[in-house]
């Protein structure tokens, strides 16, 4: 999958109803409280971007699309046998 423009991303972000902190703790990036309180990540703000150099990896943004139900050719489903670990 190619790497997703800023506005990509936000797009995904918004489609999939989460905030920048929630797609951030989602994709395990870190997350701060803010001046004001909230929680927020400078991460994800940098990712979505124009201005800022860093972007998400395609395979990064796949992974993001499946989690959240809007990739275009695969969807995740719920393990049957949860009793069942992967190899140790």
Do not use: C, I
């Amino acid at each position: 999958m190619p790497v997703p423009t800023g506005e990509q991303l936000k797009a995904a972000r918004t489609a999939a109803g989460l905030s920048q902190a929630q797609a951030a703790e989602l994709m395990g990036y870190p997350v701060q409280t803010g001046s004001r309180g909230g929680v927020q990540s400078r991460t994800w703000q940098a990712l979505e971007s124009m201005s800022d150099e860093r972007n998400m990896q395609g395979p990064v943004f796949a992974m993001f699309l499946l989690l959240t139900g809007q990739h275009p050719e695969f969807h995740l489903e719920r393990n049957q046998r949860p009793d069942r670990h992967m190899a140790q």
